[in-house]
């Protein structure tokens, strides 16, 4: 961050896009010429962003329009619903609003009402080009995301890049913005790339939970009523031989019975994070009655939502490879290059899954519904169980209705992990709040298969194959080498 030192710079729209405002149902807006990017001298409260390097910091607040040219979030959904102010749309802060899930979540809720600011280091950017990795999709930067979904819908995403373990960058941001509710998702969230080596591990541990933590003391000064939507792991639970509930379990024990926490069993760095950020949560709401809910999300799938399908320039990422991308992603795109599908050991792992269709709903719902003050909520997030063999089978099905010849190899897991086991857990507290679930049908399938086989130029074979291994990881700083 630190050569974004000029009053504003311009960065025009890349050649190789069609103009954003020519969504792909129909060609009419006009696209702005520019993105500009603000710093000190604008009206804003000063932003502060330390560079990874240099010893000084940059001052820099990113937005989608001039100042003068904001226009505050159209037609309102369930989005009426304020801690302050139930007259005005929330405002909802989507902390890692760059990634995955919260480009998509971001769009989202913007789409329905909200007033959406995203905050983001744009780190998983840096991820790739350390690694050698690449999207299927070509992703376009966030200032070029930005304008265009400005352009189509004539809505304002406001941008803030910074890192939130910053905590003076993080205060301005919360003082700027003034958030009802915040969307965390701005955390390192791959347990191989937590795995490759120490530094990683220690990123990983220091960057989610000082991150997380940071974020807690923010809504204890700035917003104590703000509503914290945080997303979890359902890989914090492990692979238990009972059951799993949504949050907590009731033991009976020696004639007494007692409600706690369950029981915790996370299987990498990554994981353990998790697990710590959870614990620091429950504890601030019952210290300081910071109202909380934690979305343990299982595997997410898909890449399409309503927003991110308008254009080009608003396709969200989808990652193959063997560090960030997850278990039907990879099928997918391996069945559309001819490559094996890699299933991990004996493949009877069984997890959670949802799509990414799903993921954006239930934020939604977790905001329009929030916990109250004092509540630590945890919820279930995800829509039906599989095992890696029952994907597999799943994939090779509808790859062959497409023609596609669908083998499968059993490679060496790289992973710690039981590869048969029990795996029952309940989900149904979203399920009551409303979520009306897509669930894994074969033209999901067939349209994730023919998007990769759209992409297929862009997959590098040599990043389908896992390269991260549990027992191996050393304190010598490693590359992920290409198989």
């Not at 000029?6 to 520019?34: A, E, F, H, M």
């Not at 019952?286 to 299982?298: S, V």
């Not at 929030?370 to 169980?385: I, S």
Request: proline fraction near 5%; charged fraction near 20%; aromatic fraction near 8%.
């Amino acid at each position: 961050m630190a050569h974004l030192m000029s009053t504003s710079c311009s960065i025009k729209i890349s050649s190789s896009y069609r103009p954003c405002g020519q969504p792909l149902s129909q060609d009419r807006t006009v696209l702005p010429n520019s993105f500009t990017i603000k710093t000190s001298k604008s009206p804003f409260k000063r932003l502060v962003s330390k560079g990874h390097r240099a010893g000084r910091s940059c001052v820099v607040l990113a937005t989608a329009a001039p100042v003068s040219k904001e226009v505050s979030a159209n037609p309102r959904s369930g989005s009426d619903r304020s801690p302050n102010d139930s007259s005005k749309p929330q405002r909802v802060m989507v902390i890692g609003g760059d990634g995955y899930c919260g480009w998509a979540t971001a769009l989202h809720l913007s789409n329905k009402g909200y007033e959406v600011a995203i905050v983001d280091s744009l780190v998983r950017r840096l991820f790739d080009h350390q690694l050698g990795l690449d999207s299927l999709t070509p992703i376009s930067s966030i200032h070029n995301r930005l304008r265009c979904w400005k352009a189509i819908t004539g809505k304002t995403i406001e941008l803030y890049i910074g890192d939130i373990c910053d905590f003076e960058f993080l205060s301005e941001t919360f003082n700027s913005f003034e958030p009802d509710a915040v969307v965390h998702f701005g955390e390192q969230r791959s347990a191989p790339y937590s795995m490759i080596d120490r530094s990683r591990a220690v990123f990983t541990q220091k960057n989610n939970v000082i991150g997380t933590l940071n974020v807690l003391f923010a809504i204890k000064e700035f917003r104590e009523e703000c509503h914290l939507v945080k997303l979890g792991t359902m890989g914090e639970y492990g692979t238990p031989n009972i059951d799993i509930e949504e949050g907590y379990i009731t033991i009976s024990h020696n004639g007494r019975t007692d409600t706690l926490p369950y029981p915790k069993q996370a299987s990498s760095f990554y994981h353990l994070s998790k697990v710590h950020d959870s614990n620091n949560i429950a504890f601030t709401c019952k210290a300081w009655g910071i109202r909380a809910t934690d979305l343990n999300q299982g595997v997410v799938y898909g890449v399409k939502t309503d927003e991110t399908s308008m254009h080009e320039q608003l396709y969200n990422r989808l990652d193959y490879d063997g560090v960030f991308g997850t278990a039907l992603n990879r099928f997918c795109v391996q069945a559309a290059v001819g490559h094996p599908l890699t299933v991990y050991g004996k493949g009877g792992q069984t997890r959670g899954y949802l799509d990414i269709r799903d993921t954006v709903q239930c934020v939604e719902l977790a905001i329009a519904n929030p916990a109250k003050p004092g509540e630590f909520r945890v919820f279930n997030q995800f829509t039906e169980q599989f095992s890696v063999n029952e994907l597999a089978a799943l994939v090779t099905k509808a790859g062959q209705k497409l023609g596609l010849d669908v083998q499968t190899i059993s490679v060496p897991n790289p992973r710690v992990e039981a590869e048969e086991h029990y795996y029952n857990a309940k989900h149904t507290k979203l399920i009551e709040l409303g979520l009306k679930p897509h669930l894994l049908s074969d033209s999901l399938l067939d349209s994730l298969l023919n998007f990769a086989i759209e992409f297929k130029d862009r997959i590098d074979t040599k990043q389908i194959m896992p390269s991260v291994s549990w027992k191996k990881i050393g304190v010598k700083p490693q590359t992920v080498p290409a198989n």
